[in-house]
Structures are given as structure tokens and as C-alpha cells.
């Protein structure tokens, strides 16, 4: 998507750019600098100009015209699943903005160049407004772009509104960032025009300030090299979220980042007006201004309080202190704050793969507790996986262990984002949650410990009465579970480990949690499964549920007693084997 946004605005950029008169030679004699006697009472009708000139510009209408559609990509239902949070929510429709805030760095640029495209320059050296009058009401026709931004933005935010499913209110700190970044693209659309007075700057600079935020300002590349939860990314133009998966987890100084970059703007625009000579007024801005982004930027960064790191490893370390707990159907749930709601969906993924079962698969393991805890690997913004530690804040993953975060405790747990196939929306319907349930119910690890730690149960018919309740109990379960062992296989073919050896080569940035590296042909026995009618294959597994769960029993026996074609011999799985 970041590539397809890219293009679009290089396309928007060159067709600007072909429209503009050819450059004319540099003027001996130019705008006029500071003077004395400055007459700065045009400022407003040159503003009003600028204004109205800018708000017409190609450049910027097609900017406009993108927005809404960023907005839109930005914060569609299946962007964030079923339960969004307003705070990721407030977060993308700052970003989406960042389009709009390219497209009037060139626009800005090529309305300041116009005397100098047009050959007029010398005209304004007999004029009686000098060139930093010029330059402030250009810095002062932001205010156009600003509205039109906050416009978009609070438009917007009622129609997410609308939406019933969203967690939580507008953060509007967050949502503010966007309009700023407009303003921001003004004054650097100026101060390159100052300073590097030919078009092509214009250009170069918005691509610059894509490359910064990109690349030089992301933590986890180079030169940083540091965890995506590391607070330097405050540094950036926009700190997008780390994953963590949670408000509670996650560190984000708003006021101070809108301060910080009020602070970037008015130096920007302090550069553009010292080109014409240092005035101490000026000169006093500036120092303020770097004074303001140097602090900012210092309490962005700044080590948590002992308290407060306390507190999130306690979090995550000690649920029972902070999770809310109840029990539906004989099965206890456990959700944190915020995620409660979510506890509706569980049940029914839950109530629909035990029901699929025979009753015996229930009553012999006792009790099913359904515990909320984060995953082991989650995905960053490059749909790449990331250990979930590395989302943490630095010295919050240092006192935590993965033992402490992950016990191997026999219960189900879903995570904290919605599930997903490798960096998309679709919908599966709590399939992988399902998944964890049939392996609690046949006696299979439901999720990984410690340091993502799976066993294997090639070749044992319980692995596949496991998907094939999981998908059974599933809405369009068959063709997920098909999907699954298409994308998810090794990269030799035998397990289902997610680790890139499928269709899907980049791996899957959230891999499920499951505690079990299922067998190819164990899930391909599932499927053919699926092909008999559920009440058979459950009455054939009620006749002798202890010997189907017994790891000693194999899925070629399971698939000739359910009349269905034996799977192929497995191998002897790579992984521990399963208990």
C-alpha cells in the first residue's frame, strides 16, 4: 500500500511539474531583504493571496482529492478486525493526512518560485514590499491548508464514530498530529524555495521527508538498530504504534509530541525568513523554537519511572491482578480492560468446536479456561514478525522472561490483535482460537511457552480431530483450514509452522499460537473429514474417545474408521513431541 501511495503522489508530482513555465535565467538584481521602515501592513492581502493561490494549486486539490481515500484505506472495518481501538484509529487518520502534506510541500514550493519561473524577479526590487514580507504571508497561507486538513480529519472522525464496534473515544492529541504535519510541509515548502530556488527541490524535499520518516527515523533500521518499543521513534514526524497491543502497554507522550512538533515548524519557518539576513527577532524565534524541540524531545525519550515499569510488568506477568473475569457455559473467560466485548466472540468460536464433539470430549478434561495473553510473535508495520518483547519498552522487556510471559498452563488464550492470514484483513472467523480449543479437548497443548516452544504430533489421530473440530466449528472453516496448509507449511512441506516455506515466502508477520507444529498430512486427514457429515464423524469418535486422544493411536487408523481415504505416511516430525 505504502508503494501504490508513493506512485500515485510521483505521478500527481511529474504532471505539476510538466504544467510550470520553464525557468528563466537568474536576476542580477533581486527581491529586496531587510530594511528599515518595513511597511508590514500588505502582510494580510499578500496572505490572502498566497492563500487562495494555494488552495487552488493542482498540486494541493489533487491532495485534497486523495485524502479521503487514504482515510478511508486508513481506517476501513477490516483494517483493524472486528473490535478496533480508537487509539490505532486516531493514529491512521494522522497518517493518512501525510499524503496531503507531500503534495503541499510542492505546491507551497512552486507558488514561492512563480517570480523566479516567470522572470519577474528584478520587478521586485522596485516594489515597495521586501522579500521577508513575501516569505511571511507564504508561512502565514498555511492557515488554508490547516483548515482544510482539520476539515478532512473531523469529518472523518464522526464517520468512524458511526461505527459501532470501535473501542474507546477519539485521542485527538494523536488525530492533531495530521493538520500539523500540513502546516509543516508549508513552512518546508518555503525555506526550500528560499534556499534552493529551483523546482525540482520541491520535489526532492517531499521524497527527503518520506526517506527521513521512512527510514532515518524508524528505530529498528539503520543507524538505530533498537527495538521497535524503544522511545526514540518520538523523533519521528509520526510514532505509529509498536504492537504491544495494548494502551496499557504502550508509551505514547501525545502532548509532548504535538509540542515537539510545533517546535519543528517554526524552525522550519525561522530558516525560511533568516535566508533574507539575521534579525535579532528572528534569530530569538529560532533559539526558542530548537530550545522547544531539544526539551520535547528529551522528555520523549526519557526512561519510564520505576512505578510505571513496575506496573507493566505486572501486567503482563500477574493477569489475574488485572484481568476481568467470567464464566459462560461451564467455561471460565478472562479478558483485560478494553477487550471484554471480545469475550462474546470467544464463547461462540468456544461453544461451536466443543459442539461439533462428542460430550465425553468436555467432561474428561475438566474445566476449559479461556485466558487473554499477548502473542509470542507479532507484526510490525513491514508486516514482518517481531518477537513481542521487542514492542516493549526496553526496560520493561529486560525484567520480564519469556517463562514469566508464557507458561505452559494448558489454557486457551487469545491474544491481544484480531486474527489474521500474513498482513491482511480478512476475517477467519476465530478459526485459530478454534484451533486451540481442539487441542485442549483432545489433550494437545493449545498455545506455546517460554520462547514459542511447540511439540509436533505427526502422525497421531488427535491432530486431526483437533482441526477438524476447529473447522468444523468454524464458519467457511474447510477453505481457512485448506488456506492454512497452503500458506503456512514449511519450507519443506511437512509442517504447519508459518515460517515461510508456503505460497506465503515473507513468512506471517502474527503467526497463530498454537502450541502444536501440526503435520501436513494430519491436516489433510481433517479435511477429508470435513467431507463426511459432522454427526458421523463426532459418533465415530464418541465410541472410543479415549483411544482416539491416546498419542499412541494413528490418523491412518482414524481415517479408516471414519471410511474416509488414509492420509499419507508422515514423517517423524522435526519438533518434540508432543505429552
Same mark, same amino acid.
Given at each position: 500500500?505504502?508503494?501504490?501511495?508513493?506512485?500515485?503522489?510521483?505521478?500527481?508530482?511529474?504532471?505539476?511539474?510538466?504544467?510550470?513555465?520553464?525557468?528563466?535565467?537568474?536576476?542580477?538584481?533581486?527581491?529586496?531583504?531587510?530594511? !528599515?521602515?518595513?511597511?508590514?501592513?500588505?502582510?494580510?492581502?499578500?496572505?490572502?493571496?498566497?492563500?487562495?493561490?494555494?488552495?487552488?494549486?493542482?498540486?494541493?486539490?489533487?491532495?485534497?482529492?486523495?485524502?479521503?481515500?487514504?482515510?478511508?484505506?486508513?481506517?476501513?472495518?477490516?483494517?483493524?478486525?472486528?473490535?478496533?481501538?480508537?487509539?490505532?484509529?486516531?493514529?491512521?487518520?494522522?497518517?493518512?493526512?501525510?499524503?496531503?502534506?507531500?503534495?503541499?510541500?510542492?505546491?507551497?514550493?512552486?507558488?514561492?518560485?512563480?517570480?523566479?519561473?516567470?522572470?519577474?524577479?528584478?520587478?521586485?526590487?522596485?516594489?515597495?514590499?521586501?522579500?521577508?514580507?513575501?516569505?511571511?504571508?507564504?508561512?502565514?497561507?498555511?492557515?488554508?491548508?490547516?483548515?482544510?486538513?482539520?476539515?478532512?480529519?473531523?469529518?472523518?472522525?464522526?464517520?468512524?464514530?458511526?461505527?459501532?464496534?470501535?473501542?474507546?473515544?477519539?485521542?485527538?492529541?494523536?488525530?492533531?498530529?495530521?493538520?500539523?504535519?500540513?502546516?509543516?510541509?508549508?513552512?518546508?515548502?518555503?525555506?526550500?524555495?528560499?534556499?534552493?530556488?529551483?523546482?525540482?527541490?520541491?520535489?526532492?524535499?517531499?521524497?527527503?521527508?518520506?526517506?527521513?520518516?521512512?527510514?532515518?527515523?524508524?528505530?529498528?533500521?539503520?543507524?538505530?538498530?533498537?527495538?521497535?518499543?524503544?522511545?526514540?521513534?518520538?523523533?519521528?514526524?509520526?510514532?505509529?504504534?509498536?504492537?504491544?497491543?495494548?494502551?496499557?502497554?504502550?508509551?505514547?507522550?501525545?502532548?509532548?509530541?504535538?509540542?515537539?512538533?510545533?517546535?519543528?515548524?517554526?524552525?522550519?519557518? !525561522?530558516?525560511?525568513?533568516?535566508?533574507?539576513?539575521?534579525?535579532?527577532?528572528?534569530?530569538?524565534?529560532?533559539?526558542?523554537?530548537?530550545?522547544?524541540?531539544?526539551?520535547?524531545?528529551?522528555?520523549?525519550?526519557?526512561?519510564?519511572?520505576?512505578?510505571?515499569?513496575?506496573?507493566?510488568?505486572?501486567?503482563?506477568?500477574?493477569?489475574?491482578?488485572?484481568?476481568?473475569?467470567?464464566?459462560?457455559?461451564?467455561?471460565?473467560?478472562?479478558?483485560?480492560?478494553?477487550?471484554?466485548?471480545?469475550?462474546?466472540?470467544?464463547?461462540?468460536?468456544?461453544?461451536?468446536?466443543?459442539?461439533?464433539?462428542?460430550?465425553?470430549?468436555?467432561?474428561?478434561?475438566?474445566?476449559?479456561?479461556?485466558?487473554?495473553?499477548?502473542?509470542?510473535?507479532?507484526?510490525?508495520?513491514?508486516?514482518?514478525?517481531?518477537?513481542?518483547?521487542?514492542?516493549?519498552?526496553?526496560?520493561?522487556?529486560?525484567?520480564?522472561?519469556?517463562?514469566?510471559?508464557?507458561?505452559?498452563?494448558?489454557?486457551?488464550?487469545?491474544?491481544?490483535?484480531?486474527? !489474521?492470514?500474513?498482513?491482511?484483513?480478512?476475517?477467519?472467523?476465530?478459526?485459530?482460537?478454534?484451533?486451540?480449543?481442539?487441542?485442549?479437548?483432545?489433550?494437545?497443548?493449545?498455545?506455546?511457552?517460554?520462547?514459542?516452544?511447540?511439540?509436533?504430533?505427526?502422525?497421531?489421530?488427535?491432530?486431526?480431530?483437533?482441526?477438524?473440530?476447529?473447522?468444523?466449528?468454524?464458519?467457511?472453516?474447510?477453505?481457512?483450514?485448506?488456506?492454512?496448509?497452503?500458506?503456512?507449511?514449511?519450507?519443506?512441506?511437512?509442517?504447519?509452522?508459518?515460517?515461510?516455506?508456503?505460497?506465503?515466502?515473507?513468512?506471517?508477520?502474527?503467526?497463530?499460537?498454537?502450541?502444536?507444529?501440526?503435520?501436513?498430512?494430519?491436516?489433510?486427514?481433517?479435511?477429508?473429514?470435513?467431507?463426511?457429515?459432522?454427526?458421523?464423524?463426532?459418533?465415530?469418535?464418541?465410541?472410543?474417545?479415549?483411544?482416539?486422544?491416546?498419542?499412541?493411536?494413528?490418523?491412518?487408523?482414524?481415517?479408516?474408521?471414519?471410511?474416509?481415504?488414509?492420509?499419507?505416511?508422515?514423517?517423524?516430525?522435526?519438533?518434540?513431541?508432543?505429552?
Amino acid at each position: 500500500m505504502e508503494l501504490l501511495v508513493i506512485a500515485v503522489v510521483a505521478g500527481i508530482l511529474w504532471w505539476v511539474l510538466r504544467r510550470r513555465t520553464p525557468s528563466s535565467p537568474p536576476a542580477e538584481i533581486g527581491p529586496v531583504g531587510w530594511c !528599515s521602515g518595513t511597511n508590514w501592513r500588505a502582510l494580510p492581502p499578500l496572505a490572502r493571496a498566497g492563500t487562495r493561490a494555494l488552495l487552488r494549486h493542482p498540486a494541493f486539490l489533487a491532495g485534497v482529492a486523495l485524502t479521503p481515500l487514504m482515510l478511508l484505506l486508513a481506517t476501513a472495518d477490516t483494517a483493524f478486525g472486528s473490535a478496533p481501538d480508537s487509539r490505532d484509529i486516531s493514529l491512521a487518520i494522522a497518517l493518512a493526512l501525510v499524503p496531503l502534506a507531500w503534495l503541499t510541500i510542492v505546491a507551497v514550493n512552486l507558488i514561492a518560485l512563480r517570480p523566479r519561473r516567470t522572470g519577474t524577479d528584478e520587478l521586485f526590487a522596485a516594489l515597495p514590499t521586501p522579500q521577508p514580507v513575501r516569505t511571511t504571508a507564504l508561512l502565514t497561507a498555511g492557515v488554508g491548508p490547516v483548515i482544510v486538513a482539520a476539515v478532512l480529519t473531523v469529518a472523518w472522525v464522526g464517520v468512524v464514530a458511526t461505527r459501532e464496534e470501535v473501542r474507546g473515544s477519539p485521542e485527538w492529541l494523536e488525530i492533531a498530529v495530521g493538520p500539523l504535519i500540513v502546516v509543516g510541509a508549508v513552512a518546508v515548502g518555503v525555506a526550500v524555495a528560499r534556499w534552493l530556488p529551483r523546482p525540482i527541490f520541491g520535489v526532492l524535499a517531499a521524497i527527503a521527508t518520506m526517506f527521513i520518516q521512512a527510514r532515518f527515523l524508524d528505530v529498528t533500521t539503520w543507524p538505530w538498530d533498537r527495538a521497535a518499543g524503544d522511545p526514540v521513534r518520538f523523533l519521528g514526524f509520526i510514532a505509529e504504534a509498536t504492537g504491544a497491543g495494548t494502551a496499557a502497554l504502550e508509551v505514547r507522550p501525545a502532548g509532548w509530541h504535538l509540542l515537539y512538533l510545533v517546535g519543528l515548524v517554526v524552525v522550519m519557518a !525561522s530558516v525560511a525568513l533568516v535566508r533574507d539576513g539575521l534579525r535579532p527577532p528572528i534569530v530569538g524565534v529560532l533559539a526558542v523554537a530548537l530550545l522547544v524541540v531539544t526539551g520535547t524531545g528529551w522528555i520523549q525519550i526519557r526512561p519510564l519511572s520505576p512505578a510505571r515499569q513496575a506496573e507493566m510488568v505486572s501486567y503482563l506477568t500477574d493477569p489475574s491482578a488485572h484481568q476481568r473475569c467470567e464464566t459462560r457455559d461451564g467455561v471460565r473467560y478472562c479478558a483485560y480492560p478494553g477487550f471484554t466485548d471480545a469475550v462474546v466472540d470467544w464463547s461462540e468460536r468456544v461453544e461451536t468446536t466443543l459442539g461439533v464433539l462428542p460430550p465425553i470430549a468436555s467432561e474428561w478434561r475438566g474445566p476449559l479456561e479461556v485466558t487473554q495473553r499477548a502473542a509470542i510473535v507479532v507484526g510490525n508495520d513491514s508486516c514482518s514478525p517481531i518477537p513481542y518483547e521487542a514492542s516493549l519498552p526496553p526496560p520493561v522487556a529486560e525484567r520480564v522472561s519469556p517463562a514469566a510471559l508464557w507458561p505452559a498452563d494448558d489454557k486457551v488464550h487469545p491474544g491481544f490483535a484480531e486474527e !489474521s492470514f500474513p498482513c491482511s484483513d480478512e476475517d477467519v472467523h476465530g478459526f485459530f482460537l478454534a484451533v486451540q480449543v481442539g487441542a485442549w479437548a483432545v489433550g494437545l497443548p493449545p498455545a506455546p511457552h517460554g520462547g514459542n516452544e511447540r511439540c509436533t504430533a505427526t502422525g497421531q489421530a488427535r491432530a486431526s480431530v483437533a482441526l477438524w473440530a476447529a473447522a468444523a466449528g468454524t464458519p467457511d472453516g474447510e477453505r481457512l483450514l485448506r488456506a492454512v496448509l497452503e500458506e503456512g507449511a514449511s519450507a519443506d512441506g511437512t509442517l504447519i509452522t508459518f515460517d515461510g516455506g508456503g505460497v506465503n515466502s515473507g513468512g506471517w508477520d502474527a503467526p497463530p499460537m498454537w502450541g502444536v507444529d501440526y503435520d501436513a498430512t494430519d491436516a489433510g486427514l481433517a479435511l477429508a473429514l470435513l467431507s463426511r457429515p459432522t454427526a458421523e464423524v463426532a459418533g465415530v469418535l464418541g465410541e472410543d474417545w479415549a483411544h482416539w486422544t491416546d498419542p499412541n493411536t494413528s490418523s491412518t487408523e482414524l481415517a479408516d474408521a471414519a471410511g474416509v481415504g488414509g492420509p499419507a505416511d508422515a514423517g517423524a516430525g522435526s519438533g518434540s513431541p508432543c505429552p
